[in-house]
């Protein structure tokens, strides 16, 4: 969980979690290094009033200025590329989860198993031993170390289903179906919250999801 001290992201519970933030570091210390470089020459064209003609009127570097951030861009441009197409893969799901976004909550579907669907609203501030703005009353239920596939949609205007630990986000819009899948390598409690400004209890629709390990998913699915 994300605190009022947290500076970063928070910690993963999916390797696709993983790899955004790696792709975050790299990125981050390639602009750490242009941001020092830039910065040293501006300081010292400032205090040393250094002014010299092949900087000013010189072909050499004008090519280099050109030169050096294609190079950066393709270092950024690759990685990138590599985790968009991750992210977008869906390798055999073993279970699939309809997510459906009301104002001003959520609904799931699990159709693979048999017909089970709940509405999951936002508890009470006044119950003992939750948190804050982020507990509800029917979690997501999910089996650990297996790929999921979330089916996203919504009943009447854009929502967004965001867990930042999981590195999903995907707007839910009315009328059509967008899917994501995950992968959660650990068991635990984790939460999200609508991402898209839906609406006055836009900060009221929390998302909790659990993940547990098969034989106690097989459990809550048969005493469903």
Not at 51 to 63: A, G, P, S, T
Not at 86 to 96: G, R, V
Not at 172 to 181: D, E, H, I, K, V
Request: hydrophobic share 45%; with cysteine.
């Amino acid at each position: 969980m994300a605190t009022w001290s947290n500076f970063n992201f928070q910690n993963s519970i999916s390797p696709l979690m993983e790899q955004i933030i790696f792709f975050h570091d790299h990125t981050l210390i390639i602009l750490l290094m242009i941001t020092i470089l830039i910065s040293y020459m501006m300081l010292n064209l400032f205090f040393n009033k250094f002014i010299n003609r092949f900087l000013l009127e010189e072909q050499m570097i004008e090519l280099i200025w050109t030169i050096l951030p294609t190079i950066t861009l393709i270092f950024i441009a690759l990685p990138s590329l590599r985790l968009l197409y991750l992210l977008d893969e869906l390798n055999n799901p073993l279970i699939t989860i309809k997510s459906i976004g009301h104002q001003w909550y959520w609904s799931y579907e699990y159709s693979d198993f048999k017909n089970i669907e709940f509405d999951s609203y936002m508890t009470q501030n006044n119950i003992n031993n939750n948190f804050r703005l982020l507990d509800v009353d029917n979690r997501i239920i999910v089996p650990m170390n297996n790929n999921i596939r979330m089916l996203i949609t919504s009943t009447d205007v854009i929502h967004s289903w965001t867990i930042p630990s999981l590195g999903v986000k995907l707007d839910a819009n009315p009328g059509r179906l967008n899917q994501t899948s995950f992968f959660i390598n650990r068991p635990g409690i984790f939460f999200g919250q609508c991402s898209e400004i839906c609406g006055a209890n836009h900060s009221f629709m929390p998302i909790m999801i659990e993940s547990i390990n098969m034989k106690n998913f097989i459990n809550w699915i048969n005493n469903y």
